[in-house]
């Protein structure tokens, strides 16, 4: 029987990816209605999560009446009581001239699915690729931006990186849209009886112990083989509930948790995510609708323009809402990019780009100095923001 689609891509099943991204296929022809029915379920389904499947399945029922048929009840493996949750299953939307099936999933499965041939393309973050395909990279620990993940690639895939998915939501400190960055940061209680700074070199020289969610502890391990890595399911929950001086390694997005729960953010992260287009190369090569399709989503540039405004706003928008919660906090430049990743591979490229990998003998000059450029125009955004928002 042949499929009534011509391409499949794969998103979370719950959350704001999910809805950030329904919201970009409205931009490209989707159903407008549909999909503000959907959204609506998707944020009203997180308060029904329940171990109670009866409970769940009268809530599924009653909720989705009048919806699109789109959804399922899934067991939220992420929480230790192993709730039922309502989730996304399935929806299929014409974009352009070509039917896309969007699939629900858990993050972590997107990459796996490219990997098995089984999905064209998915919206991942560089946290559950790291994750899930460090076996691939040359050198995972080195990897700490989605600019660099293709450069490392070593071992045959067709997992690669288009760029940036570009995705936004709204957030409060700008009272604006901004892009769905996060950081991997070290946070902690404060107080204890330690006067040893908190990072991660001296966290893993004294073998400290460290809280980490579960599912990134083969990251951090990697990084840093020296920490006392504890696998916990809520590290914020564990971090406040712990010791005086107790610490952390969490995704950070906007420091709202964080401020609320009396915590404080240490330094640069050891890695930057947000939700990047991730593609299945080899099927990319061969389908011309899939070429088509990725063309129309626009993957954006480690160093274009529009995402350098972005990554402004997000690190202006983190510093004034925690304000001195940010202990040893970064030059925003640096934290972006500094000359030695361009050895390690951050350096541009564009979908013509052959297998969308900088090449070493290849402009390397013009790469050396765009990201001077690049920095410099960061640190005029950043420069911006703070004049345009100063109460003088």
């Known amino acids: 029987m042949s499929p009534n689609f011509d391409l499949t891509c794969v998103v979370p099943r719950s959350g704001r990816t999910l809805r950030n991204f329904l919201h970009r296929l ?42 699109p048929p789109c959804f399922s009840v899934f067991v939220d493996r992420k929480r230790a009581h192993r709730p039922y949750r309502i989730g996304f299953l399935g929806y299929e939307w014409q974009v352009g001239k070509h039917r896309l099936r969007v699939e629900g999933e858990e993050p972590h499965n997107g990459s796996s699915l490219i990997k098995l041939d089984e999905v064209d393309f998915a919206i991942v973050g560089l946290d559950e690729l790291l994750s899930m395909t460090q076996y691939y990279l040359r050198n995972p620990t080195l990897v700490t931006k989605w600019g660099m993940y293709n450069y490392h690639l070593e071992k045959p895939t067709g997992i690669r990186i288009a760029g940036s998915a570009m995705l936004t939501s709204h957030n409060a400190q700008l009272d604006e849209q901004i892009q769905d960055m996060v950081g991997f940061f070290l946070i902690s209680k404060p107080g204890g009886r330690s006067r040893s700074p908190v990072d991660f070199e001296t966290l893993s020289k004294h073998g400290r112990r460290v809280y980490v969610k579960g599912r990134y502890t083969g990251i951090v391990h990697a990084a840093y083989p020296g920490l006392h890595i504890v696998s916990v399911e809520d590290v914020e929950e564990a971090v406040t509930s712990g010791e005086r001086g107790s610490v952390g390694i969490e995704i950070v997005q906007s420091g ?7 915590l404080v953010l240490h330094g640069p992260p050891l890695f930057l995510s947000e939700s990047l287009l991730v593609v299945d190369y080899d099927r990319y090569v061969q389908n011309t609708a899939l070429r088509n399709l990725i063309e129309s989503l626009k993957p954006i540039g480690y160093f274009e323009a529009e995402r350098i405004r972005q990554f402004a706003k997000w690190f202006y928008a983190l510093e004034q809402n925690l304000g001195e919660s940010w202990i040893e906090q970064p030059a925003v430049e640096s934290l972006f990019c500094v000359p030695e990743d361009v050895p390690e591979g951050l350096r541009p490229y564009r979908l013509q780009t052959r297998k969308w990998k900088p090449d070493d003998r290849y402009k390397r000059g013009e790469a050396e100095a765009l990201v001077e450029r690049s920095r410099q125009q960061l640190r005029k955004c950043y420069e911006t923001l703070k004049a345009r928002n100063s109460p003088n």
């Open 256 to 262: 709202n948790t964080l401020k609320r729960k009396g």
């Open 26 to 67: 409205v931009g490209l022809g989707a159903n407008a209605e549909e999909i503000a029915q959907i959204v609506r379920i998707i944020d009203v389904s997180k308060g029904s999560s329940t171990p109670d499947l009866p409970a769940v399945l009268e809530t599924f029922r009653n909720i989705t009446r009048d919806a």
